[in-house]
Antibody, heavy 121, light 113 residues
Framework: QLQVQESGPGLVKPSETLSLTCIVS??????????WGWIRQPPGKGLEWIGT???????FYNPSLKSRVTISVDTSKNQFSLRLSSVTAADTALYYC?????????????WGKGTTVTVSS | DIVMTQSPDSLAVSLGERATINCKSS????????????LAWYQQKPGQPPKLLIY???TRESGVPDRFSGGGSGTDFTLTINGLQAEDVAVYYC?????????FGGGTKVEIK
């Protein structure tokens, strides 16, 4: 059974870089069938897609975050990562990683439990 | 960007009754070449991640009870819960994957009347 799990610091200072990792277990991240992505949810609010990556390194980013976001993949560790630079309080959210089973643009069929990131000094 | 608008924001339905949630996209999410609507529905219970219910607008994810059904095409979609159960109390989101950025509706909270 495929599982994905987020990890990373729960507290980040304003203007610094948020870094999270998603560990994939139960399947290879290099499977040609899947993409992998990050989605966030501010407290009490809705869902926002951050970006998606393929094992080859192909990425799609939300234009609203594109200048600050980098998503990378490490196939040797079966994980992918999110970096969000110059964070502000508006980046405080529950961050989810997920699997996207359809090439390119897709829905998300497996989600992690999420990790809360608070931006505060 | 394709804007997804859900209605209502919340609804209260009696146990065993039908709940209907609407989702409207600002442009069509129907891909003509394969006749598929790039629209998914999720259920999110408190303290849990979203759970995929429906994709391709009407295909139920494996393990999802058949009281959940999705319909619609183009720009107008519905999620119907026939025979609401107590465990269906949640927030429901639609999502389009026709184009990037992938976008979600604002959510509809379903409660028991």
């Amino acid at each position: 059974q495929l599982q994905v799990q987020e990890s990373g610091p729960g507290l980040v200072k304003p203007s610094e870089t948020l870094s999270l990792t998603c560990i994939v277990s139960g399947d290879s991240i290099s499977s040609s069938d899947y993409y992998w992505g990050w989605i966030r949810q501010p407290p009490g609010k809705g869902l926002e897609w951050i970006g998606t990556i393929y094992y080859s390194g192909t990425t799609f980013y939300n234009p609203s975050l594109k200048s600050r976001v980098t998503i990378s993949v490490d196939t040797s560790k079966n994980q992918f990562s999110l970096r969000l630079s110059s964070v502000t309080a508006a980046d405080t959210a529950l961050y989810y990683c997920a699997r996207l089973p359809h090439r390119g643009y897709s829905f998300m069929d497996v989600w992690g439990k999420g990790t809360t990131v608070t931006v505060s000094s | 960007d394709i804007v997804m608008t859900q209605s209502p924001d919340s609804l209260a339905v009696s146990l065993g009754e039908r709940a209907t949630i609407n989702c409207k996209s600002s442009q069509s999410v129907l891909y003509i070449s394969n006749n598929k609507n790039y629209l998914a529905w999720y259920q999110q219970k408190p303290g849990q991640p979203p759970k995929l219910l429906i994709y391709w607008a009407s295909t139920r994810e494996s393990g999802v009870p058949d009281r959940f059904s999705g319909g619609g095409s183009g720009t107008d979609f519905t999620l119907t819960i026939n025979g609401l159960q107590a465990e269906d109390v949640a927030v429901y989101y639609c999502q389009q994957y026709y184009s990037t950025p992938l976008t979600f509706g604002g959510g509809t909270k379903v409660e028991i009347k």
